[in-house]
């Protein structure tokens, strides 16, 4: 026997033929692991990315929500091996549909989540979107504000993206059966990704991009209809027209009006003291303070809270009671005094611009 091409009078003998198989075997062996370290690069990248980012909290999480990560880990591998092997199809324009869903979907949950942690020192989850599904404005809004950050945050998961795919497109090669397969499997986790429940709240005990899927499919459905959250979203208030006031004495004056959000009433220093443990920082800036040791409010979110403190209703009043009251806003416009709010707050999320908004 003789190798295509080479002399008759040159045999190639049995050690030879062993070598070059050999040596053919170890080079598809080696492709082969090139092959799967591509299509488990994604997730590697997502898990790598995430210790960078909380490694503290999740070297310290407790044994029943390891259970709940490593889960999240596995979803994450199946999907994005998933579209990775069906964008690797040779023919067809099924893998073109394959490699953009990658690339959109993995530069948006890793991106978006590392930028919002980056802002917020959690991950973007079901609660935030559900809360705030003004999601064009919110959008925008933050757009405008913090473009730039959010470009970067988004340019390295989408260049990698596109190398990993292009890489896939190289070294995977589907048989004509599994790459029937990809057809059907990887539509069904692209969807199944944004159904399929996870540990997204205090712990987070799943992957960065598990948590945006699950934070989107939830807010798809409460925009279509299909769930409905009764949070008490602030809305565009309608108070009355009040009469002119005069201010008694008629002293300009300037007044500054803090208030403290999310903390009890005993954890922080209303009244000006020598020391306070608690909020030292406060304390020390307004030595000359006024406490108003009976304006606080126990109610269950910022948009009741700030009612009950700007109007005096009680936090149990109907929504359309609170949005028909007057605040301390409407009083001193009656009484002829410029006024103005400051908040740390974002004015886009939740609607929380509509309360103050003329």
Avoid at 80 to 89: E, K, P, R, T, Y
């Amino acid at each position: 026997m003789s190798v295509s091409g080479a002399p008759s009078e040159a045999p190639v003998g049995e050690a030879g033929r062993g070598a070059a198989g050999a040596e053919s075997g170890e080079s598809q062996a080696r492709w082969r692991r090139l092959a799967w370290l591509v299509l488990l690069a994604p997730v590697l990248v997502v898990v790598v990315a995430d210790f960078a980012t909380r490694g503290g909290r999740l070297v310290e999480l407790p044994p029943r929500y390891v259970a709940s990560y490593a889960a999240a880990v596995i979803e994450s591998a199946l999907l994005w091996g998933s579209l990775l092997w069906a964008a690797s199809i040779r023919k067809g324009g099924f893998r073109w549909i394959a490699t953009a869903l990658f690339v959109v979907l993995f530069t948006l949950s890793v991106g978006v989540q590392l930028y919002f942690h980056n802002q917020y020192a959690t991950y973007l989850n079901l609660d935030a979107t559900l809360f705030g599904t003004s999601v064009t404005e919110s959008i925008f809004g933050q757009l405008s504000a913090d473009g730039g950050h959010f470009a970067q945050a988004m340019l390295p998961p989408f260049v990698f993206s596109i190398l990993v795919a292009l890489l896939a497109r190289r070294l995977v090669r589907p048989t004509p059966r599994s790459a029937m397969a990809a057809r059907l499997v990887a539509p069904a986790l692209v969807v199944a990704v944004f159904l399929v429940p996870c540990s997204y709240r205090r712990v987070q005990a799943s992957t960065p991009d598990v948590i945006y899927f699950h934070a989107i499919g939830g807010l798809v459905k409460e925009l279509s209809g299909e769930r409905t959250e009764h949070y008490a979203r602030p809305g565009l208030r309608k108070p009355p027209v009040l009469p002119r006031l005069a201010a008694k004495p008629t002293t300009p004056r300037n007044v500054v009006l803090v208030l403290t959000e999310s903390v009890r009433f005993d954890g922080h220093c209303s009244e000006p003291t020598l020391d306070c443990p608690v909020a030292p920082t406060s304390n020390r800036a307004m030595r000359a303070r006024h406490p108003l040791l009976q304006l606080r409010s126990n109610s269950s979110t910022t948009a009741i809270q700030l009612a009950v403190l700007w109007t005096g209703l009680q936090p149990t009043e109907s929504r359309e009671a609170l949005h028909a009251a007057p605040t301390i806003f409407d009083y001193a416009h009656a009484a002829g005094l410029e006024s103005a709010y400051w908040t740390s707050h974002h004015m886009m999320f939740a609607n929380s611009r509509l309360w103050v908004q003329d």
